[in-house]
């Protein structure tokens, strides 16, 4: 281990994510019953222009009147280059009290915009007396995000999680796709000829590179990294393909930009029954090699080290994450 110990920030689940346009209310109650694990009321981009406004404040009132049980209750402001952002914190923040969970804030592109939001969020908490700190959840969907996403994921101790926002991200680099998420024809590679002359076609993941640098910036900075929107909601398997991938990438969770991709997200970001046992296999195996003055052994015809003792805490603490949350 380095001499640098990473703090992580409040452990919460965060296997989906469900996102909730502020300018339609009637899709509060049902979002508040859902299963989702994490729920944003969305001021920006599902928001048109000239109903911002409107959004606030029925965003506003959700907060205060709704119940949101034990979920994990966020609001997405507008960036930081338009208008409507120091009001959107302004409102939200003076006029409803402590059950907002989190601040997520868009297309951040550099560490001095997450410092910014912080230096204003901190003035009205002080200056309002409120008592929950509000933690961030940034949104990396920038050229200009992604090349600073190292000093983003560190520019506050509000920080709590990092999110790939495909869409606005194809946008900004130029990507030639208009699909939101997913894999596309044109990205893959053609084997050589076989022996018979044969070639093949295997589709790639456009996205390897941009979430791969993500995670590694949350997870040295003790931040939760989540993959965003996949937007053809009929699309249920090419949904669960584009969890996993992004699970085994290191990915805790996925948004659903519907109601029918919260059961798909908390399946796949969830740890099999399979995957737990083996995991308490594994600790229970090297309590007993430590007994034993042994630094690895072998479980199931396969190597098990420390290393491997740390994978299976985490697995295991997510678990009794789980449990919990149902339980409650
Ligand atoms: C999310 O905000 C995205 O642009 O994909
Ligand atoms: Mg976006």
Redesign the pocket.
């Known amino acids: 281990m380095s001499f640098k110990l990473v703090e992580e920030a409040k452990p919460r689940l965060n296997r989906s994510e469900l996102a909730v346009p502020g300018s339609s209310p009637r899709m509060f109650e049902k979002a508040a019953q859902s299963e989702a694990d994490v729920i944003f009321l969305d001021l920006e981009?599902a928001v048109a222009p000239d109903m911002k406004e409107q959004a606030r404040r029925n965003v506003i009132e959700a907060i205060n009147d709704i119940d949101w049980g034990e979920k994990t209750l966020s609001v997405r402001i507008n960036g930081l280059d338009t208008p409507y952002m120091y009001r959107d914190l302004v409102d939200v923040l003076e006029q409803t009290r402590d059950r907002l969970d989190l601040i997520m804030i868009?297309k951040v592109g550099t560490a001095a915009d997450v410092y910014t939001v912080d230096c204003i969020v901190t003035q009205i908490e002080n200056a309002k007396g409120r008592k929950r700190r509000v933690g961030f959840e940034l949104?990396i969907?920038t050229a200009l995000g992604m090349q600073n996403v190292h000093e983003i994921a560190a520019a506050s101790p509000r920080n709590e999680s990092l999110h790939f926002?495909?869409?606005?991200?194809a946008a900004s680099v130029r990507a030639r796709t208009v699909k939101?998420g997913g894999v596309h024809p044109d990205y893959g590679v053609l084997s050589d000829p076989d022996a018979k002359g044969e070639r093949s076609y295997f589709w790639a993941d456009p996205w390897h590179y941009a979430i791969a640098r993500m995670v590694v910036a949350a997870r040295a900075n003790g931040l939760r990294p989540v993959d965003?929107?996949f937007g053809d909601i009929r699309d249920e398997e090419g949904y669960r393909a584009a969890a996993r991938r992004a699970a085994v990438l290191g990915c805790e969770g996925k948004w659903a930009i519907h109601p029918a991709q919260i059961p798909l997200a908390n399946d796949i970001f969830s740890p099999s029954e399979a995957e737990v046992e083996r995991a308490r296999r594994i600790l229970q195996a090297m309590e007993e090699a430590k007994r034993e003055g042994k630094g690895a052994v072998s479980l199931d015809g396969r190597l098990i080290d420390i290393a491997s003792i740390r994978q299976a805490q985490t697995l295991v603490a997510k678990a009794e994450q789980i449990a919990k949350s149902r339980s409650g």
């Open positions: 981009d868009p949104i969907e926002g495909v869409a606005d991200y939101i965003g929107p």
